[in-house]
Nanobody, 122 residues
Framework: VQLQASGGGLVQAGGSLRLSCAAS????????MGWFRQAPGKEREFVAA???????YYADSAKGRFTISRDNSKNTGYLQMNSLKPEDTAVYYC?????????????????WGQGTLVTVSS
């Protein structure tokens, strides 16, 4: 399984970005999917997860601002990010899990995308 994350870029504080994660597998609907991020000098952290059935879980930092979704017909997941803050600056990674519906830990995911950089200027 290959995951291709895209949609990152430079945005001003308060702006929005939509990240996409395209999966190279037709059975994408059977995978739990998550988004993580890694800021410079920090560990990779959980952002949001969506199960194969559409159940959702967010990190506190994402609640109310980010929306995770998926389109199984397109084998693609999304992360809509609104009201972006400079502290959201990071490389964002998508991941897929064959076992966990809404994993929050790195070890719960089997496949990872290459990451897409989000930079939020103040």
């Amino acid at each position: 399984v290959q995951l291709q994350a895209s949609g990152g870029g430079l945005v001003q504080a308060g702006g929005s970005l939509r990240l996409s994660c395209a999966a190279s597998v037709r059975t994408f609907s059977r995978y739990g999917m998550g988004w993580f991020r890694q800021a410079p000098g920090k560990e990779r952290e959980f952002v949001a997860a969506i199960s194969w059935s559409g159940s959702i879980y967010y990190a506190d930092s994402a609640k109310g601002r980010f929306t995770i979704s998926r389109d199984n017909s397109k084998n693609t997941g999304y992360l809509q990010m609104n009201s972006l803050k400079p502290e959201d600056t990071a490389v964002y990674y998508c991941a897929a899990s064959t076992t966990y519906a809404m994993g929050t830990m790195l070890s719960e995911y089997d496949y990872w995308g290459q990451g897409t950089l989000v930079t939020v200027s103040s």
